[in-house]
């Protein structure tokens, strides 16, 4: 009965993830693209370095969500993990952040725990990216004021964040979430925080890559404050992706320094295609070889090679 409801649910959020998923391909098609093609013939020399600073923005994310699976004792340093966690690229549009959902049950359906202990990994996860964009922010809020003090800052935030979380998980001792103190006073926290912060300084440096040749006083540190600022606001307000609150948010950063109006959507939207957009269906051909590898029918003898090979026996 259990494995039915489980089977059900997993079809009603894939029905889900297509359907807004066609939504979005629908906002997508729909939108005028011509001046983006046209900005990208004229700026054809820096798209492949700002791939390459959306794929190590992402790159960076995925090693501090495995190591949070990894320190909950889930394997996620293989091709699996990376497959689980390239597979929740599929779930951008989804709201309230639900894609998240998408990581979880991969690893479960791999063999990798229960789903109860990568849901738990996973709020994790969303605690300490969380934790590290905060940080960022607050860094540069006080580097505008003293730089000097703008390090401190963020240790200084970090340590009280991390100092909140154990005090929480102090409080939950009889529950599933409850956490040790040896999982917040540890150096690997501090080490998956600085990952992810590093992930979201290279998202910011994605939109100065974009903007750094428009007219108006983008400086590097505008942009390595939009860009993840903009992005948490936009996923904030629970909208599908963040779409139209993200662009929004930043378009109005961007007026603060000056941008004109004129090139405004068409940097935005050039931003958007490559460090948004782009891992859209890439998610989608993950989680379909993904779902391809799990259904593949094997034999007693694969089966016990592959449950050995996956650490169950």
Same mark, same amino acid.
């Given at each position: ?29 729909? &939108?005028? #693209? @011509?001046?983006? %093609? ?23 994310? /995925? ?20 497959? *689980? ?41 969303? %605690?300490?990216?969380?934790?590290? %964009? ?6 540069? =809020? ?23 979380? +154990? ?16 999982? #917040? ?6 080490? =998956? =925080?600085?990952?992810?912060? $590093? ?12 903007? *750094?040749?428009?007219? &108006? +006083?983008?400086?590097? #540190? ?7 600022? $903009? ?13 139209? *609150? $993200? ?10 320094? @000056?941008?004109? %109006? ?12 490559? $460090? ?34 996956? /650490?169950?026996?």
């Amino acid at each position: 009965m259990k494995a039915r409801i489980i089977k059900y649910t997993r079809l009603c959020a894939f029905v889900l993830l297509g359907v807004v998923t066609i939504f979005g391909i629908y906002r997508f098609a729909t &939108g005028d #693209w @011509s001046d983006v %093609v046209s900005y990208w013939r004229e700026h054809f020399a820096i798209i492949p370095l700002l791939i390459a600073i959306s794929v190590i923005d992402v790159a960076l994310e /995925g090693i501090a969500w495995m190591w949070v699976y990894h320190r909950f004792k889930i394997r996620a340093f293989d091709r699996g993990g990376a497959s *689980a966690f390239l597979a929740g690229r599929a779930g951008l549009l989804l709201p309230a952040q639900l894609g998240r959902l998408i990581r979880p049950d991969a690893m479960t359906k791999l063999q990798r725990a229960s789903l109860g202990e990568c849901l738990k990994a996973e709020a994790v996860v969303f %605690v300490l990216d969380s934790i590290s %964009v905060l940080a960022l922010l607050g860094g540069l =809020i006080v580097y505008r004021l003293l730089p000097l003090a703008a390090p401190f800052a963020v240790l200084a935030f970090i340590a009280f964040a991390v100092f909140m979380g +154990n005090w929480i998980g102090g409080k939950l001792t009889h529950t599933r979430m409850h956490l040790p103190a040896t999982f #917040w006073w540890a150096w690997p926290t501090l080490a =998956i =925080i600085v990952v992810d912060m $590093t992930g979201w300084l290279a998202h910011g440096l994605a939109l100065h890559v974009v903007v *750094a040749g428009l007219p &108006g +006083n983008m400086t590097l #540190w505008d942009s390595l404050f939009f860009g993840p600022g $903009t992005a948490v606001l936009g996923v904030g307000t629970g909208l599908p992706g963040g779409i139209g *609150a $993200t662009e929004g948010f930043l378009g109005a950063s961007m007026r603060l320094r @000056s941008v004109p %109006v004129e090139h405004l959507a068409v940097a935005i939207a050039a931003f958007r295609l490559i $460090t948004f957009w782009m891992w859209i269906p890439i998610g989608w051909l993950v989680l379909a070889a993904l779902n391809r590898h799990l259904s593949r029918p094997v034999s007693s003898e694969s089966a016990a090679e592959l449950a050995e090979s996956e /650490g169950i026996m």
